[in-house]
């Protein structure tokens, strides 16, 4: 296999790296609720979110994928040690804010690191805008938003519904419901997350074909054979990773979401995680993102990886 092929490899893996931080740094959104309110263990809880992430891969298209691949950055300024600076950078911004108890977004860091890498090197012309970047940075105050005003209408909706049964009988029923909330959230999760990193690698996939031509990679297992598809391996091999990130559990942010910021009981446990799994599919479906301020880190990670390579 051509020298080149072995450096796409090596940074494939890194890719798949960041979709492990992105399991174990995001796992808390999925089982803070469910572990606060004692409806799952903790340990339950993980393998749980782990498996419908996982799971979410196969039943939702690749359009966030496709997003990340050909919405965003301009291809013609991206290469190797773009996508490699843009990793670092979420990576790094991931593994500050998980050591902080920070629940931060990892999709944040991984656009903006890929973004800010791609700008470091030739500029802010290598930003396709507008672009998806409209509906990107809109959806960074619409989503929290969306969360907000559905579980305040669910539950207020559930509450009036339930206002003549007995609170024993209520909290009995939703720790059951719950669970099914988990699950839903756990989905959206995976559905939206993982095909971030599936698009960062079409994305260097189609790069370096453009680069250096098949030939480099005709011989792998990387070789695309259409560049507007998700390869299968692709799609597996990033739901295994964030699945298997999530069984890890980031148990510092787990703490921040579930005994923090707020005390929820089963009813209002399964109304935050049904609204918040609404919002997720909504952005799935229509390939929307999110987006922060780790592209100053991985513009600094190009500058020093382009001295070193």
């Known amino acids: ?113 890929y973004a800010g890498a791609a700008v470091a090197k030739a500029g802010f012309t290598a930003l396709l805008f507008p672009g998806k970047w409209i509906s990107t940075l809109v959806f960074i105050v619409v989503a929290p ?18 206002r003549r049964s007995l609170p024993r009988r209520v909290d009995r029923t939703f720790r059951v419901l719950q669970i099914g909330s988990a699950a839903a959230y756990s989905l959206g999760h995976g559905s939206n997350d993982a095909q971030k990193t599936m698009g960062i690698i079409v994305g260097l996939l189609v790069a370096e074909q453009q680069l250096f031509g098949t030939g480099s990679l005709a011989a792998s297992p990387l070789h695309l054979t259409d560049p507007n598809s998700v390869p299968a391996w692709v799609v597996v091999a990033c739901g295994a990773a964030m699945g298997l990130g999530t069984v890890t559990g980031g148990w510092r942010i787990v703490k921040t979401m579930g005994q923090r910021l707020t005390k929820l009981t089963p009813f209002g446990g399964f109304c935050a995680e049904t609204s918040g799994a609404i919002t997720l599919f909504i952005a799935s479906h229509f390939g929307i993102l ?20």
């Open 1 to 113: 296999m051509h020298a080149s092929a072995w450096f796409v490899v090596a940074i494939v893996g890194v890719a798949l790296c960041f979709d492990f931080i992105n399991g174990f740094h995001d796992a808390a959104n999925s089982i803070a609720t469910v572990v606060s309110t004692r409806v799952l263990s903790p340990s339950a809880a993980v393998v749980w979110a782990a498996a419908f992430n996982f799971i979410a891969v196969f039943l939702f298209g690749t359009a966030v994928a496709k997003t990340m691949g050909k919405g965003l950055v301009d291809l013609a300024a991206v290469d190797a040690t773009v996508i490699l600076a843009g990793l670092a950078g979420a990576i790094t911004w991931d593994l500050i804010t998980w050591w902080l108890g920070l629940p931060t977004s990892s999709s944040h860091a991984l656009i903006g690191g």
């Open 145 to 162: 938003l969306m969360g907000l005003v559905l579980a305040l209408a669910l539950t207020v909706a559930l509450s009036w519904a339930l």
């Open 290 to 309: 999110t987006i922060p301020a780790a592209a100053g880190i991985a513009g600094l990670m190009y500058v020093v990886l382009r001295a070193l390579v």
